[in-house]
């Protein structure tokens, strides 16, 4: 089945610095990949829709030059963090579905993230 | 108005009982897909099963079926003979039209604990 790998798992970093996640598609081609933030026992709130070779859309009220998404290639989207700070903690996951239609999203194993 | 209602915050069943989780979607678009994945505590998003607005028959795989139910706009995710792993988080979806780069609605989810 459709694989999609995160990488870090978790991250603990001192405020200020910029972090970035990978979110790659090991198994399939994904033109479109969404980026999520979760709170403690909450529901996924989307953050931006990453697209292949284009600008990521933002959802309203995410800054874009805090939340830097990059989408170069077929199966890798990333997201980096910067400047970093304690109110960015969270959980943050990434998900993608093959190019066809009726895909389910799959989804990373998500990055725990904690600035100190 | 949300697009997808998950009314129950927790759910418990006795191990090998039949649950019955609750999803109601709101959506004008003909054509839909919903989903309901199942998150444990270690944070990866599962995917359960995949029902299409279109589809007559009701989804089902393995042990997971869901209750599809058109005109009431709900698609209740139905877990028999429950066990000990099924606890978890559990969120309904749902993605309007079939476009690729559509995005997910997610729910609030449902905290299933299955009791020994």
């Known amino acids: 089945g459709a694989v999609v790998s995160q990488h870090p798992s978790r991250v603990i970093c001192k405020s200020g610095t910029s972090v970035k996640i990978e979110c790659r598609s090991l198994?399939?081609?994904?033109?479109?990949m969404f980026w999520y933030r979760q709170f403690p026992k909450k529901s996924l709130m989307l953050m931006a829709t990453?697209?292949?070779?284009?600008?990521?859309?933002?959802e309203q009220g995410v800054e874009k030059d805090k939340f830097l998404i990059n989408h170069a290639s077929l199966t890798l989207s990333t997201l980096t963090v910067t400047s970093a700070h304690p109110e960015d903690s969270s959980f943050y996951i990434c998900?993608?579905?093959?190019?066809?239609?009726?895909?389910?999203?799959?989804f990373g194993d998500g990055t725990r993230l904690s600035i100190l | 108005a949300q697009k997808i209602t998950q009314t129950q915050p927790g759910m418990f069943v006795q191990e090998k009982e039949a649950v019955t989780l609750d999803c109601t979607y709101d959506?004008?678009?003909?054509?839909?897909?919903l989903f309901w994945y199942k998150q444990p505590s270690s944070g990866e998003m599962i995917f359960l099963i995949y029902?299409?607005?279109?589809?007559?028959q009701n989804a089902t795989e393995g042990r997971y079926s869901l209750n599809f139910q058109k005109a009431r706009k709900s698609a209740n995710l139905v877990i028999s003979a429950s066990q000990l792993g099924d606890s978890a988080m559990y969120f309904c979806?749902?993605?309007?039209?079939?476009?690729?780069?559509?995005?997910?609605?997610f729910g609030t989810g449902t905290s299933l604990t299955v009791i020994p």
């Open positions: 998900s993608a579905s093959e190019d066809r239609n009726n895909q389910p999203q799959h």
């Open positions: 198994d399939f081609q994904a033109t479109t």
């Open positions: 029902q299409g607005s279109y589809d007559e």
């Open positions: 990453s697209n292949e070779g284009s600008k990521a859309t933002y």
């Open positions: 979806a749902m993605r309007e039209g079939y476009r690729i780069g559509n995005q997910f609605y």
């Open positions: 959506t004008s678009d003909q054509s839909y897909g």
